[in-house]
């Protein structure tokens, strides 16, 4: 069965960090590009950042770059968000996206 699980939200100040983590089951991990969305409230799901298979090859969305850090360890079958200087923008449900699979997402909101 394909599972594709996210945690690690929760609330946080701003400046503050969180690592997000996206463990996947039911197909061999490492041989799916691996993208982190967001959705804030009354806005579209939106593309963060992906890494490739063999997480040699990284893209972030603007908003993010130098804030963001996606990485993956194919041998846990999990892929990571590490996310540093948060700021009330970045407050969303967080989604991550593998092998045409959506994860439930986490909730993360920053705020004073």
């Known amino acids: 069965q394909v599972q594709v699980v996210e945690s690690g939200g929760g609330l946080v100040q701003p400046g503050g960090s969180l690592r997000l983590s996206c463990a996947a089951s039911?197909?061999?991990?490492?041989?799916?590009?691996l993208s982190w969305y967001r959705q804030a409230p009354g806005k579209e799901r939106e593309l963060v950042a992906s890494?490739?298979?063999?997480?040699?090859?990284?893209n972030y969305a603007d908003p993010v770059k130098g804030r963001f850090t996606i990485f993956r360890d194919n041998a846990k079958n999990t892929g990571y968000l590490q996310m540093n200087s948060l700021n009330p923008e970045d407050t969303a449900v967080y989604y991550c996206l593998v092998r045409g699979t959506w994860g439930q997402g986490t909730q993360v909101t920053v705020s004073s």
């Open positions: 039911g197909f061999i991990f490492g041989d799916y590009i």
């Open positions: 890494i490739s298979s063999a997480g040699g090859r990284t």
